[in-house]
């Protein structure tokens, strides 16, 4: 057996890769540590669910193991730097979702600045207008080039910030954003979409100081995880009104408990991971993460190997 999915694929593309490589759908195998690493032995590559957990034991247990395919959700479970040591790609697709992402960020951003309403002159509450909004962005991604155009239609202007992106880089005004500090970020946006890829050094990068200077009534939309935001600086904004309300697609596990800073808040909304998740994306997701497994696993024009990195497959 040369592939081992584990992951609901479409019928389609599982044929696919079985005519080019000898395929096994074994999806009973999830949660089976014992039966998965036996499954692995004369496997070289798997493709598997976030649920797996690809660390470093597991990798040993495979000695044959090539790549490793992720079709859905990002890079939570995988221990890339085992997979690097142990000469194992890690295939994924982060373009495959962004269409999905930037529309499920849209019709956030205009439910809560509809739905969640702010004091007219005439004392009355109203909600707000996309179009006349600032929408900042944090993280340039696949999906914010996307959100970006889709903002533009409504007439929005479009502020950004990312960490690992100077000001001047190109990127900027070619995918029409304005580069801004984070501090301007969190100032002039009325909504602000996280889309920051998490890493440890990103933890509460939105922390106490840029929250206290956010602008007033300001909705937050979060596609990634939870953790950029600093738990209990986020509390005491949504308390004191600062953040009008904030919605996250993803919430780290027992933020929600009772003790926690954000326990009982009305003016918070949770999804379970839906921003990607649509037919399309699937199918894209699918197809992208084979035909990557399929160019690793036949033979290199001249018998070169490139280095073990993760691969997004466009």
Not at 290 to 313: T, W
Request: charge should be negative.
């Amino acid at each position: 057996m040369s592939v081992l999915i584990l992951e609901p694929l479409e019928a389609d593309v599982v044929q696919w890769l079985a005519e080019r490589h000898d395929a096994r759908f074994a999806p009973e195998l999830v949660g089976d540590f014992e039966g998965l690493v036996e499954a692995l032995q004369h496997a070289r590559a798997l493709v598997a669910p976030p649920e797996v957990r690809i660390d470093a034991v597991l990798v040993r247990s495979a000695p044959m193991l090539r790549a490793i395919g992720r079709a859905s959700g990002g890079m939570d479970n995988i221990d890339v730097e085992a997979c690097r040591k142990a000469g194992v790609e890690v295939v994924r697709s982060q373009a495959s979702t962004a269409s999905a992402e930037a529309e499920f960020a849209v019709g956030a951003l205009l439910s809560l600045l509809r739905r969640v309403p702010v004091e007219g002159s005439d004392g009355l509450k109203v909600g707000r207008e996309l179009g006349c909004s600032t929408v900042g962005v944090l993280g340039l991604t696949p999906a914010t080039q996307v959100l970006t155009q889709l903002l533009h239609a409504f007439g929005t202007r479009v502020i950004g910030y990312d960490p690992a992106l100077h000001p001047s880089d190109a990127t900027w005004a070619r995918w029409g954003i304005e580069a801004v500090s984070l501090s301007l970020l969190m100032e002039e946006s009325d909504g602000l979409v996280l889309l920051l890829p998490y890493y440890d050094r990103y933890r509460g990068i939105v922390g106490e100081r840029q929250l206290e200077v956010a602008r007033p009534g300001q909705v937050v939309v979060g596609l990634s995880q939870s953790g950029l935001v600093h738990e209990a600086a986020l509390a005491q904004a949504l308390r004191s009104g600062r953040l009008r309300a904030v919605w996250f697609d993803s919430l780290e596990p027992g933020w929600l408990e009772s003790g926690r800073p954000l326990h009982g808040m009305t003016n918070l909304q949770v999804t379970p991971r839906l921003a990607g998740t649509t037919r399309e994306s699937r199918v894209r997701a699918a197809w992208a993460v084979a035909r990557g497994i399929d160019v690793l696993l036949s033979p290199p024009a001249g018998g070169a190997k490139a280095p073990a990195k993760a691969v997004d497959y466009y």
